[in-house]
């Protein structure tokens, strides 16, 4: 099983926006996953609202949650 590390940057979003860990872990492992910039997004829908998870996987195989966010569906 592969580390999963939250940045200071996605702890200080999730606090913003309200999100806790296990449910940003959740959009992480359970959401649709694309190629985005330098890593990947993972986006998990839930009722009324989406939450989104931008991450990259460093040379040891660590994954990095560098930012989380919230958003109302569309």
């Known amino acids: 099983m592969s ?3 939250f940045t200071n940057n996605a702890l200080g979003k999730m606090k913003v926006h309200g999100i ?3 449910q940003a872990l959740d959009a992480f492992n359970k959401g649709t996953v694309e190629k985005w910039k ?3 997004v993972s986006v998990k829908k839930f ?8 991450w990259v996987k460093d040379p040891e195989g660590k994954y ?11």
């Open 3 to 5: 580390l999963t590390i």
């Open 20 to 22: 806790s860990e296990t």
């Open 38 to 40: 330098s890593g990947h």
């Open 47 to 54: 009722s009324g609202y989406e939450i989104g998870v931008y």
């Open 64 to 74: 990095k949650i560098i930012s989380v966010w919230k958003r109302g569906r569309r």
